[in-house]
């Protein structure tokens, strides 16, 4: 699978972004998505997942109520619509693809390891 991030940008804080992630190759519907960050001088970090089965979400408590993850199967891409941001959400975003049998649609994953593509990464950064 290969996934290509795109959305990122320069925004003040409050501001909305709506980063995408299309995927090509494989079997889009196969895998649950995440998407983490990271920033300068720190490590990755999870923000989100949604299950193969889009029907389970979960989100790192620094983005809950303000991030939404969806994705459009169809399309074969995931998406993270991002409002509210704040100075610290300023980060490389990647998106990731975690391959999951019919058995486990609805499971998700937050350990970057266990994702088996990655993306190339978005830059997001947010001005006070």
């Known amino acids: 699978v290969q996934l290509q991030a795109s959305g990122g940008g320069l925004v003040q804080a409050g501001d909305s972004l709506r980063l995408s992630c299309a995927a090509s190759?494989?079997?889009?519907?196969?895998?649950?998505l995440g998407w983490f960050r990271q920033a300068p001088g720190k490590e990755r970090e999870f923000v989100s997942a949604i299950s193969r089965r889009a029907g389970n979400t979960y989100y790192a408590d620094s983005v809950k109520g303000r991030f939404t993850i969806s994705r459009d199967n169809a399309k074969n891409t995931v998406y993270l619509q991002m409002n509210s941001l704040k100075p610290e959400d300023t980060a490389v975003y990647y998106c990731?693809?975690?391959?999951?049998?019919?058995?486990?649609?609805?499971?998700?994953?937050?350990?970057?390891?266990?994702?088996?593509?990655w993306g190339q990464g978005t830059q997001v950064t947010v001005s006070s």
């Open positions: 190759g494989r079997t889009f519907s196969g895998f649950s």
């Open positions: 990731a693809a975690d391959f999951r049998t019919t058995s486990q649609a609805m499971a998700i994953t937050t350990r970057a390891r266990e994702y088996d593509y």
